[in-house]
């Protein structure tokens, strides 16, 4: 089987499922009411209109606000193409449809390069949904507020371009991890614990140390945020810092991607399947 019908083939499977669209159902409602809550809050205080004491939220001006808000798609929502990636392949193991796939598709680098290709369009799929999640009613919120949605700045759209090629990645990190962990129990609650728990933990950690925040940059979710260029942690937690530049971030996340995919085909994924 060519790269192409593999690719065509990993998409049925993958939309012909219900995981899919449950979890960007999820998605929808967590960054949304994530998003808007925030810009009720955070435009409340940039306009005046809400007291910076009040429920104990930082003041910032106007202009920061916006990809503050926007940037919320990746960085709370970055778990779910993780996740989505994840299931991809680990579904497969579970549910024991792996050895028809691999009849189908015998070069199993062919098998492996479909669901990365596959895991390209969830990716973007994702990502826009995650964006009209956060930037719609942000956007609408923080104009309600008089505070301005920076919607006709192109470096707006930049930022919004760079979170969906962050999802695109974190899909990929997330096959790389299916391949690598067969269990599918096992590689949930991996990437559960890693970026709900380990990864933040850590990162907060690290404001208190000296010299350390620079190595720690280098974590996949901060590295996701430097390539976003925004991120409600950095502002609130580490300040602008010096981390990564965007293309830093990218590259790094990148450089997971194909380290997790490489060590998925070559220590996992060619094993004989039960």
Known sequence: MSLANATRSELTKQFTTSMWWILAIVLVVYVGSTAGGLAAAFGGTASGAIGADVGGVPAMSAEAVPPL????????????????????????????????????????????SGKALAGVAVGVLYGVVALIATVGPGAGILAAFGVDTALGDSGTWAMLGRIVIAYVLWVLIGIGVGALVRNQVAAVVGVIVFTQFIEPIVRTISTLVDGLSGVLSYLPGAASDALVGASI?????????????????????????VVLLVLGHLLSWRRDVS
């Open 233 to 257: 942690y950095t502002t609130l937690m580490t300040g602008d810092g010096d981390g990564l530049p965007w293309w830093g971030g990218g590259l790094v996340l990148l450089g997971y991607a």
């Open 69 to 112: 808000i926007y940037s919320l798609a990746t960085a709370v929502g970055y778990v779910f193409p993780l996740l989505i990636g994840t299931l991809l392949v680990t579904g497969e193991f579970r549910h024991q449809t792996l050895t028809p796939t691999f009849l189908a598709t015998p070069r199993r680098g062919v098998a492996l």
